[in-house]
């Protein structure tokens, strides 16, 4: 399977249109889901309208996440030029995330950009939580439906949903003010909803805020405490960091080291 991965990256990097019927059908049977994902997005580096076209079956008859992938090889720079965007603003009829994904590559569309805001505003203001937050951490604030479903997300009572919707409030300079007092109030709150609240303020540079984030670093899952020290890193704490580059989780370790050494 390494070896199928590494052969997948380097077709991503530098794809070769003489391979596309191998790179279709790696999209179709590898077992790895992650390499039949890369192969996907291969074909579409390789960007003709064959190329654009042979994905159609795999959409028709994939998964969620078989079709998300397609979605990605579609948006690709070669492929939406031939057919792509085509194809993307037919996904936009779709259903959940599929729908609000193609929403979200839509966005550069002159042609479908007016449809793709639609059903974003319509995903955040009435989707499902996965597809509240896939819209909210890309659907564009200048546009007023957006803004107007916003103020309805940021009084969900999703816990990760509400700091998100605040945090994209702040961006819109009228509603900042009242967006960051929200963000302090629920900070206060003990449970997932301050956490995350928390990590929405730490952007904001609170030290209140820094200091319950470097209290997860001592959390019972793995996933937890990685995404504090991450966090912590970005703000340049490196001192707080000795304790978790010695963690008990291989991956905690691994990849806290490489995201330091990668900001060297």
């Known amino acids: 399977e390494r070896v199928r991965r590494a052969a997948f990256e380097a077709a991503f990097k530098s794809p070769l249109p003489a391979l596309l019927s191998d790179f279709v059908e790696a999209a179709r049977l590898d077992p790895s889901p992650g390499n039949r994902a890369r192969a996907a997005q291969a074909v579409g580096r390789i960007g003709s309208e064959p190329a654009v076209l042979s994905l159609n079956d795999l959409f ?3 998964d969620e996440q078989e079709q998300l992938a397609v979605l990605d090889a579609w948006s690709e720079t070669p492929s939406f030029r031939r057919g792509g965007e085509r194809e993307l603003s037919r996904a936009l009829k779709g259903s959940g995330l599929v729908s609000v994904s193609a929403a979200t590559l839509l966005l550069r569309s002159r042609e479908s950009r007016a449809a793709a805001v639609a059903v974003l505003a319509r995903a955040i203001a009435d989707g499902s939580d996965d597809e509240k937050r896939q819209a909210l951490m890309s659907a564009p604030l200048e546009e007023q439906s957006i803004r107007d479903a916003l103020q309805k997300a940021s009084t969900s009572p999703s816990p990760e949903l509400t700091p998100l919707g605040l945090s994209r409030l702040l961006e819109v300079p009228a509603s900042a003010k009242k967006a960051r007092a929200g963000l302090e109030k629920l900070a206060q709150d003990k449970g997932d909803a301050g956490l995350e609240a ?3 303020r730490v952007r904001l540079g ?4 820094v200091a319950r ?3 997860e670093l001592s959390h019972e899952r793995a996933s937890h405490r990685l995404r504090a020290a991450i966090t912590l890193a970005g703000l340049g704490k490196k001192q707080r960091l000795a304790t ?3 963690d008990q989780d291989p991956l ?4 806290l080291a490489c995201r330091l050494a990668g900001a060297r």
Do not use: C, D, P
Request: hydrophobic share 35%; charged share 15%.
């Open 60 to 62: 028709s008859a994939g």
């Open 198 to 200: 928390s990590y929405s």
């Open 206 to 209: 609170s030290t209140s805020a």
């Open 213 to 215: 984030v470097e209290r």
């Open 244 to 246: 978790t580059l010695a």
């Open 252 to 255: 905690v370790r691994a990849t």
